[in-house]
């Protein structure tokens, strides 16, 4: 078994807010291997961004609680860990790529300019060594003409391009692991399967770990080893990608991929999942779908656990897999 | 693509071209302009939803807007009515004006054009939120304390309001969840059963154009590249676009991606090629390619019938 | 106590209490700015209670007097009391901010919403006419037109107005160019909405929050600016009670008689930096707000 780059265990995490506090994230735990692509899979208010961003140590330091819970990063304690020990391994070692590119780039500076002072400061490198890692990175996202792309300025390139370059950028130091959140939603979907296909490759070539955020079950069916499901705020299934969607175990999951329009028959009704997520002031107690579930029965009012399911590291945190 | 005797159709579009100008020399006049729909010839048929689909850079936006009379076509008329008609837009956010309460939200298309007393807006306002699926609470609350589904709802409450004939969807889901989307999907089949309305949906999701339309054109560089039954074009596309689009788009349970490395960068559109505009991106093409391309029986390639059987072999 | 601010249907008036309150206790100066300000309007408006004389009874046998527990602040050459003379003056400067960010505010909105709104050549033109007006130093304009309207506050306070409206007219335009695009606008366009619906019910409302910021700031500037309108002579005349001119006249005696211009310049002082913190605390509350949910 390769070595884990990414641990979160048992992580509950609340916002104090006016009137009370959100628990944004309940008793989640995951792990990420070397050289795997793991999706995180939710609907909005599933905490998939804030689990994401808590590893990362994005969060500000003031608007969260950690109630219970490690994350342990390459190994080491990341709550612990000083901020100029993590801000040393953040951007080298592991990084992170968001949806919108055209908000991580400066629009005052040229793509250049901001490369190489990324570069340099991670790498240690001057400013000709910078330019030249820029120029075999641009040219490994398969940028035609990347020396004249560093003199362009960011509203100058297309979506796709802009997130290709910042994947290079992330892809600078050969981090190990790597944190994409929602990279291709705002893209074309003839670029979206060129990105998708240059990140495989880098995972290939440097064994570096995706852990894939995203809403797209279609997208993270064709790219992700393996995948967790989240739901307001806790992880409901967990399994290798093509396992859990074939056959998923969570009345949560089922519901979602019968909600998909392919699941549908064309001009019949689709079949949605009645209610609303919960808000996250006010959790229910026991399980968090009860309200919206076709199957609950007494036990539900209990917080299930995540069950062990056959297969390899697969579970879902349901009941009625108690059996 | 003409319209057949005996059919309904309440949208003509003939030649219809738009440019827009873009750069200014010192004296103020365009210095280039961008070709943002290139001889667009489209018959919307009463009743039917019609897919438009296509990347960034397609038209489809500016299509949208010549539809709905926002913008006037440089060349080339329109039939049909640009009266009755209305949009739902993609992001909930900011197309609701969180300044106004819900129920002026909902009956703006009505106070706009002529004054009416509060009561009977409210009614109003009252009879399309539940049609909506909206509780009564909602009216007097602003639109940015709901969800984006809600906010969803209200928007196709205000689409509505003035009983228009033809409804534009912007790509009405595309920022919404999984779940709220089928709830959004069935919501507006329902209100298109009920009130006899036609729909031209605008979307790059292929499963909600699946799911939603009948009919379905492909948009590439201002023109249409494909246009027929959305079964038959998903199911065996014939433009080379078209394929590259089925391609390149998720499938749920099909394994792994693979595949070759396309290029994907779109010829400018200030000024357009002299042939076929996918010329350059199509593994096909040949000489006879550098000739403009019409749309003949619903494709705009000459080698459509070719590159079928090439295929099935 | 809110626990579920979603679930509940929600009297606005706690949300605005409340939430207000909760917003206002997280910045430390703005609870500042807002207990300075809270001191002046009251003392001001309840000039009469507070006041231990009346400001303009002359007492000539006690010119000069310092600070005491008769005089709080002393009193002046013609021995008025200069602590009810403070208050009462109060009345003035409060009633000059108020009005000039009044006027201001409105003439500029409107005029910038429309010129926003409309483009082309009304927009030129409305510019041109703001841009010869910003030309001028701001100071010597106020004096040019004071002079020629005659010293008096209320000239003083319009010549202020006038000067101020170039700003909120930008303000409002930039405001407008951006609202113009939004969704909702085009949405109005679609169902051939009237520019002046659209003007009524999508620009005005939505320029509203930068006005009341730039206001609130405003407050306190035009107040010092007024005081030193009344310093020079164009503003409050003699015997008005009125902060610039109190220290104006203060200045004779100023090397003994420190208290005469030190209260009311202090009062000055005081006034014009809790609604700077206030204003900067209004800044805060009102433009994340937009972007809550």
């Known amino acids: 078994m390769s070595k884990i780059v990414l641990e979160i265990k048992d992580l509950t995490l609340e916002f104090p807010i006016y009137g009370g506090a959100i628990s944004a994230v309940n008793g989640v735990s995951l792990h990420v291997r070397e050289g795997e692509v793991v999706g995180l899979v939710g609907e909005s208010g599933s905490a998939k961004s804030v689990t994401a961003m808590m590893a990362m140590r994005l969060l500000p330091k003031d608007a969260f609680r950690i109630k219970s819970g490690t994350i342990e990063v390459l190994g080491r304690d990341a709550v612990a860990m000083s901020e100029s020990a993590f801000k040393e391994m953040r951007g080298r070692d592991v990084t992170m790529i968001f949806q919108e590119p055209l908000t991580a780039l400066n629009p005052t500076r040229k793509v250049g300019a901001q490369m190489i002072s990324v570069i340099a400061r991670h790498m240690k490198l001057d400013k000709r060594g910078a330019r030249s890692h820029a120029v075999k990175l641009l040219t490994s996202m398969r940028i035609n003409d990347a020396a004249e792309v560093l003199n362009r300025y960011p509203f100058e390139l297309s979506g796709g391009m802009r997130q290709r370059i910042l994947i290079g950028l992330a892809f600078a130091c050969s981090p190990r692991l790597l944190i994409a959140d929602e990279p291709t939603t705002a893209l074309d979907v003839t670029v979206q399967m060129q990105v998708l296909q240059l990140l495989r490759e880098k995972v290939r070539e440097l064994n570096t770990a995706i852990l894939f955020i995203s809403h797209d079950l279609a997208l993270v069916s064709q790219f992700c080893d393996r995948l967790y499901v989240m739901y307001a705020g806790s992880v409901v299934e967990a399994g290798p990608t093509l396992d859990v969607l074939a056959d998923p175990r969570h009345p949560y999951t089922q519901a979602l991929i019968r909600a998909l329009p392919d699941s549908g028959v064309p001009g019949a009704p689709l079949r949605s999942i009645r209610g609303t997520v919960p808000t996250l002031t006010a959790l229910p107690a026991g399980c968090a779908f009860r309200e919206r579930c076709d199957y609950a029965f007494g036990d539900c009012t209990e917080r299930p656990p995540l069950f062990p399911l056959e297969g390899q590291e697969r579970f879902a945190a349901c009941w009625q897999n108690i059996n | ?313 | 106590m809110m626990s579920e601010p979603q679930s509940a249907p929600m009297k606005k008036k706690t949300f605005v209490n409340g939430y207000l309150v909760y917003r206002l206790t997280r910045s430390p100066l703005t609870v500042i700015g807002s207990m300075m300000v809270v001191l002046v309007l009251v003392a001001v408006v309840l000039a009469p209670y507070f006041a231990t004389y009346d400001p303009n009874v002359v007492d000539l046998r006690a010119r000069l007097a310092a600070p005491s527990l008769m005089h709080f602040f002393g009193t002046d050459e013609v021995g008025r009391d200069i602590f009810s003379r403070v208050l009462y003056g109060g009345r003035q400067s409060i009633a000059v901010g108020v009005f000039v960010v009044l006027v201001a505010g409105s003439v500029g909105m409107v005029t910038g919403a429309i010129s926003g709104l409309a483009g082309g050549r009304t927009d030129a033109l409305i510019m041109r006419v703001m841009d010869i007006v910003l030309s001028v130093p701001s100071l010597v304009l106020i004096m040019a037109l004071a002079a020629a309207l005659g010293p008096s506050l209320i000239n003083a306070a319009l010549a202020i107005a006038i000067v101020r409206v170039p700003f909120y007219v930008r303000l409002v335009r930039g405001q407008a160019l951006i609202v113009r695009e939004m969704a909702y606008v085009k949405a109005a366009q679609i169902f051939r909405a009237k520019r002046l619906h659209i003007l009524r019910w999508h620009i005005l409302p939505n320029t509203l929050s930068p006005v009341i910021i730039q206001g609130s700031l405003d407050l306190g500037n035009t107040i010092l600016l007024a005081s030193a309108l009344s310093f020079i002579g164009l503003g409050a005349q003699q015997p008005t009670a009125e902060w610039g001119a109190m220290v104006a006249t203060g200045r004779n005696y100023i090397l003994d008689q420190w208290w005469y211009s030190g209260f009311p310049g202090f009062a000055i002082l005081f006034t014009a930096t809790g609604f700077n913190f206030l204003g900067d605390g209004v800044r805060d509350i009102l433009d994340p707000r937009q972007k809550a949910r």
């Open chain 2, 1 to 313: 693509m003409t319209a057949t005797v005996g059919s309904n159709v309440i949208l003509a579009l003939s030649g219809v071209s738009v440019r827009f100008p873009a750069g200014a020399d010192w004296l103020g006049r365009p210095t280039t302009h961008v070709h943002a729909l290139n001889g667009i010839d489209i018959d919307v048929f009463a009743g039917e939803t019609l897919g438009v689909v296509g990347e960034s850079g397609c038209g489809k936006s500016t299509l949208a807007q010549v539809l709905l009379g926002l913008v006037r076509p440089t060349e080339g008329t329109i039939a049909g009515g640009s009266a009755g008609m209305q949009i739902v837009f993609q992001d909930p956010q900011s197309s609701l004006n969180s300044r106004m309460p819900v129920w002026r939200v909902i009956t703006e298309p009505v106070f706009a054009r002529s004054r009416r007393p509060v009561g009977e807006l409210r009614r109003m306002a009252m009879e399309l939120a539940a049609k909506v699926g909206l509780r009564e609470e909602v009216l007097d609350r602003y639109p940015h304390e709901f969800s984006g589904g809600q906010r969803q709802r209200i928007a196709i409450a205000r689409a509505l309001a003035s009983d228009p004939d033809v409804i534009v969807l912007d790509e009405p889901t595309s920022a919404l969840d999984i779940s709220v989307q089928a709830q959004i999907l069935n919501l507006l089949q329902e209100m298109q059963r009920e009130r006899h309305l036609t729909y031209v949906f605008v979307s790059h999701d292929m499963s909600v154009i699946r799911h939603m339309c009948s009919r379905l054109a492909v948009m590439y560089l201002g023109q249409i590249v494909e246009i027929g039954n959305t079964a038959s074009i998903l199911g065996s596309p014939r433009h080379p676009y078209t394929r590259l689009l089925q391609r390149s788009v998720p499938k749920l349970g099909e394994g792994k991606l693979n595949g070759k490395m396309e290029s994907t960068e779109l010829p400018s559109n200030r000024r357009l090629p002299g042939g076929c505009f996918f010329l350059d991106r199509c593994p096909h093409a040949v000489d006879l390619c550098r000739r403009p391309q019409a749309l003949v029986d619903g494709v705009r390639c000459h080698r459509a019938s070719v590159l079928t059987e090439m295929s099935s072999q």
